[in-house]
Every structure is written in C-alpha cells, then in structure tokens.
C-alpha cells in the first residue's frame, strides 16, 4: 500500500492578489511627476484653473506645484480601501478615486468648501476630474 502526504503551506502558495495590487498600484503612482493634461469640474473644461498643477507622489507624501487652493504645497496620502482606487488626503481627509494606467493616472475629488480669493475663477466647487501624465 502506497500513501502520499501532501503538506501545502500558504507560506509556498500565496495566492492573494492584494499585496501585488497594492504594490503595483503604488509603483506606478509613486516617483514620477504627474501633469495635469486635463481638468473638469461637474463636467465643464477647467484646465486653465490648473494648467500648470503637478504632483509627486512618495510612499506617503504629497507634493503639489500650482495647485492652490485645492492642493496643498506639502501633504501626507495613503490609500483608503483595499482594491486601491482611493486615496485618502492627510491634511483634510479629503477622499479621491483614482485610476491608472503606465502612463496616466485620473484622479476624482468633490470640493465643497468655498475659498476667498482673487476671483470666483480660484473658488470653483464640485466634482473635480484631474487627468494627468507622466
């Protein structure tokens, strides 16, 4: 009589996708310098608010380049739910959902407060669609 054991180990077969979705996402997101291409706000072309907007993401900060005033020049970031389509604002809590691909990456944001400053053209609200390239 012939038996076989066989000892299987999450350890040797990991088959969660999670740590691997997280780290992609995160590479791709972190490192190079994103500018924006193309912004609307509740669907009306508003590129020139923030025709000159970059962002540098690192493993937890932010850094924004002519962003005022919905982009702080220096922020904390880190993803907010596990499939890795939000990230989560440190100053504020603001919540964004993002999509990326290699080369461009869309991020979604609703802005509701009201800014005071040189215009209404600077105190735009509503649902904010930010698409930038590397």
Known sequence: MLTVTIHLSSCCDNNDPQPLLEEKTKQNLVGPTW???????????????????TLKFG????????????????????????????IKRGSDGLEMGI????AVLTISLVWNRTTYGPG?????????????TK
């Open 35 to 53: 500018k924006v291409q193309d912004v609307t706000v509740d669907g009306a072309n508003r590129t020139d608010v923030y025709k000159d907007l």
């Open 59 to 86: 493993d937890n900060t932010l850094l924004a380049t002519k962003g005022a005033p919905l982009w702080q020049p220096s922020d904390t970031w880190s993803f907010k739910t596990e499939d890795k389509k939000t």
């Open 99 to 102: 999509t990326q691909t290699d």
């Open 120 to 132: 209404r053209k600077l105190s735009i609200s509503g649902l904010h669609v930010f698409t930038f």
